[in-house]
Every structure is written in structure tokens, then in C-alpha cells.
């Protein structure tokens, strides 16, 4: 369903709604679409709760309904389609629809931060041991990549992103450009430009998308632009 935003749905999206007999997602995505779900049966339900979204889609579909298992961003990314195409058995017609995700929203309204390799890396233990996330993101700092940080802070996940910051200012200048959009693309909507040694003392939360710079990143016009090496 892309960033929220209606006009971020791509057209097989819609379709796919469309076509769905059952629709089932995570109530916080499913109310962005409200509108997409009139004579549709919904399923909603919580966090933690993919895997059980994910057997109940299986199981309505194998008994032969067309069923929509909604993601936020794109499905491929951080998002159901994985789980899904796991517990499916091989006879069942499954099919990912690509989605906008978090990074390439976030960048768009930076402006073109992203326009040369970059690094896209959760900031969420659930599933990852933070030994594992903390290497991921020292590799990519030491790398120059542009490193775009997804699930950077939660009411119980507080010190991670000050690791991930100090990790990264050991192989990044302080004055290192750093963006933060919340509610990308969608009602809400917030930007700061800040830098790497100033990012912390920004609101940085569950809706919000972290891109930092890398050594070629710069602010033109408030936007974050990184060359791609053109000659200009």
C-alpha cells in the first residue's frame, strides 16, 4: 500500500483490492485504505501477529477465496510477503505486488539523498540480535554508504539509535548531513535536516525514517542531495 497516502497506490495494488473476496493486515494499515474495503471481509488484527495473519491468508485461500494480505510500504521489504511465500504450499498462486517503501518516500521528501549505493537497516532487535544489526550498520558507515535506518526508536527500544549514531560518527564527519521524516508521504508529514552529530536531539520514532549522509551528501536549498558523479 505504498507510504499510506492514497495517491502512493500503485494501480495493481488497487486492482488487487479490488479483486480480494478477503482482505487481512495490521489495523493500523488496514485504516489507511478504509476506503478500498467496502463489501470486503476484513481481518485485522495487532503487532507481534504476522505469523498468524500470514497461516490464516493461507488457509482462507487454499478453501478457494481471493485473499489480499496488506503491507505497509512495499511487501518485500521488512513486510509480509516473505512469510508468506514460506508457509505457502506450492500449489497456491501467490502474487507480491511491489509497494513504495520507507526509504524511497523518506528520500523524495529530503529530496535526492539516495542517489548513489546505500544501505537500508532496521533498527529492530525482535527478530535480529543487535550484535548482528550493530556490525551491519559499522560495515556500511566504514563502506560510505548512505545508510537509511528503518524502526529507529520505540517506547521500550530507546538506546539503539544513540549505538547506531556514535557507531557511525566513527567513520563520519559530525557535520554529516542526517534528514528524519516522519508520516512520509502521508497526513502528518514532518521534515528535519540536521547532521550527524545534532540528530538526537530531533523527535525520532516508530514513524519516522532516518537517512544519513555519506561523505559526499550535501544540504542545497534545504534539501539533502547526494552526487551520483556527473560533471556539472
Same mark, same amino acid.
Given at each position: 500500500?505504498?507510504?499510506?497516502?492514497?495517491?502512493?497506490?500503485?494501480?495493481?495494488?488497487?486492482? /488487487?483490492?479490488?479483486? @480480494?473476496?478477503? %482482505?487481512? !493486515?495490521?489495523?493500523?494499515?488496514?485504516? $489507511?485504505?478504509?476506503?478500498? +474495503?467496502? =463489501?470486503?471481509?476484513?481481518?485485522?488484527?495487532?503487532?507481534?501477529?504476522?505469523?498468524?495473519?500470514?497461516?490464516?491468508?493461507?488457509?482462507?485461500?487454499?478453501?478457494?477465496?481471493?485473499?489480499?494480505?496488506?503491507?505497509?510500504?512495499?511487501?518485500?521489504?521488512?513486510?509480509?510477503?516473505?512469510?508468506?511465500?514460506?508457509?505457502?504450499?506450492?500449489?497456491?498462486?501467490?502474487?507480491?505486488?511491489?509497494?513504495?517503501? /520507507?526509504?524511497?518516500? @523518506?528520500?523524495? %521528501?529530503? !529530496?535526492?539523498?539516495?542517489?548513489?549505493? $546505500?544501505?537500508?537497516?532496521? +533498527?529492530? =532487535?525482535?527478530?535480529?540480535?543487535?550484535?548482528?544489526?550493530?556490525?551491519?550498520?559499522?560495515?556500511?558507515?566504514?563502506?560510505?554508504?548512505?545508510?537509511?535506518?528503518?524502526?529507529?526508536?520505540?517506547?521500550?527500544?530507546?538506546?539503539?539509535?544513540?549505538?547506531?549514531?556514535?557507531?557511525?560518527?566513527?567513520?563520519?564527519?559530525?557535520?554529516?548531513?542526517?534528514?528524519?521524516?516522519?508520516?512520509?508521504?502521508?497526513?502528518?508529514?514532518?521534515?528535519?535536516?540536521?547532521?550527524?552529530?545534532?540528530?538526537?536531539?530531533?523527535?525520532?520514532?516508530?514513524?519516522?525514517?532516518?537517512?544519513?549522509?555519506?561523505?559526499?551528501?550535501?544540504?542545497?536549498?534545504?534539501?539533502?542531495?547526494?552526487?551520483?558523479?556527473?560533471?556539472?
Amino acid at each position: 500500500m505504498g507510504p499510506g497516502g492514497a495517491e502512493y497506490i500503485t494501480p495493481r495494488a488497487q486492482a /488487487a483490492l479490488e479483486e @480480494a473476496e478477503v %482482505v487481512i !493486515g495490521y489495523k493500523t494499515y488496514l485504516g $489507511f485504505i478504509k476506503e478500498n +474495503l467496502a =463489501d470486503k471481509q476484513v481481518i485485522g488484527s495487532g503487532m507481534r501477529k504476522e505469523i498468524d495473519r500470514a497461516r490464516q491468508a493461507v488457509e482462507i485461500a487454499r478453501q478457494g477465496q481471493v485473499v489480499a494480505v496488506v503491507s505497509s510500504g512495499d511487501p518485500g521489504i521488512y513486510g509480509m510477503a516473505g512469510i508468506i511465500l514460506e508457509l505457502a504450499p506450492k500449489d497456491l498462486q501467490v502474487e507480491v505486488i511491489p509497494g513504495v517503501t /520507507a526509504a524511497t518516500s @523518506a528520500a523524495a %521528501v529530503l !529530496g535526492a539523498p539516495l542517489m548513489h549505493d $546505500f544501505a537500508v537497516i532496521s +533498527l529492530s =532487535d525482535l527478530l535480529t540480535p543487535w550484535d548482528t544489526i550493530a556490525r551491519r550498520i559499522e560495515a556500511a558507515a566504514h563502506a560510505d554508504f548512505i545508510i537509511v535506518l528503518y524502526n529507529p526508536r520505540s517506547r521500550g527500544r530507546e538506546t539503539q539509535i544513540i549505538q547506531a549514531r556514535n557507531l557511525i560518527l566513527t567513520h563520519r564527519r559530525p557535520e554529516t548531513p542526517v534528514g528524519i521524516v516522519r508520516n512520509a508521504k502521508r497526513s502528518g508529514e514532518q521534515k528535519v535536516i540536521t547532521t550527524l552529530q545534532g540528530m538526537l536531539e530531533e523527535e525520532i520514532d516508530m514513524f519516522s525514517t532516518v537517512v544519513i549522509g555519506n561523505s559526499q551528501t550535501r544540504v542545497l536549498h534545504n534539501l539533502m542531495v547526494t552526487p551520483r558523479g556527473y560533471s556539472i
